[in-house]
């Protein structure tokens, strides 16, 4: 894949995602990252501290140039993909889930199977797009329409779509606990220089509303 191919693809999905690795313990040392694009992240994550990094990808042209940069990549669809044909139970500190549960068929499924391979003290990381921001909103009411998109929280890949709410479930019923929940915000849903001041106007009442992507500590419960 060359520069032209991989730049069809937007930052969160290729870049460094350092909002996902400040969410990471530095005690952790083994890391499933699903969805693992080219790399990037577990690259800047071995930079950084001693851990060994495993991704599944699904594109295999991707994957190739992210086996160049972690220990171990495995190619194919995580749906389909039998865990225990390569890991045994509790073998990773971190699970990493970078915006990818909402382009599966059963992102439920998925995330219950992975617990198993959850150590008892891991975490596992996710990062979600809000499809309750306003901008949804207003366009299904006043526009008649969905906004299909090439990225974001209207990207036409995605399958699944999320609220906090639908989030917290999903993650209860893969028997997971969040213990952390981070907003990112944004006033116009494409990257743009107003979304600086987002964070000001989330008062209480409109914090969902300008929500443009939830990042997700979870652990196991108890």
């Given at each position: 894949?060359?520069?032209?191919?991989?730049?069809?693809?937007?930052?969160?999905?290729i870049g460094p995602r350092s909002d996902i690795i400040k969410l990471i313990p530095n005690k952790v040392r083994?890391?499933?990252?699903?969805?693992c694009s080219i790399g990037e992240l577990g690259k800047n994550l071995k930079g950084t501290r001693r851990v060994e990094v495993v991704g599944i990808e699904l594109n295999e042209k991707m994957a190739?140039?992210?086996?160049?940069?972690l220990d171990q990549v495995i190619t194919g669809d995580i749906e389909k993909i039998d865990l225990n044909d390569y890991f045994y139970p509790s073998y990773f500190d971190c699970i990493i889930?970078?915006?990818i549960l909402e382009h599966?068929?059963?992102?439920?499924?998925?995330?219950?199977?992975?617990?198993?391979?959850?150590?008892?003290?891991?975490i596992i990381v996710a990062s979600i797009p809000n499809?309750?921001?306003?901008t949804t909103i207003l366009i299904l009411a006043f526009g008649g329409y969905w906004p299909y998109r090439e990225r974001g929280i209207h990207d036409r890949t995605h399958l699944r779509f999320f609220t906090l709410r639908n989030i917290k479930e999903m993650f209860q019923n893969a028997g997971l606990k969040i213990v952390r929940v981070e907003r990112k915000y944004r006033i116009i849903e494409r990257p743009h220089r107003y979304n600086r001041f987002s964070k000001y106007l989330a008062y209480p009442p409109f914090k969902d509303l300008l929500t443009f992507q939830y990042l997700i500590v979870a652990k196991k419960s108890p």
């Open positions: 894949m060359d520069v032209q191919e991989i730049s069809i693809f937007c930052e969160s999905y083994r890391v499933l990252d699903i969805g190739a140039i992210a086996a160049e940069k889930f970078a915006d599966l068929k059963d992102p439920w499924r998925v995330l219950r199977k992975s617990v198993k391979f959850l150590a008892d003290e891991g499809v309750r921001h306003y």
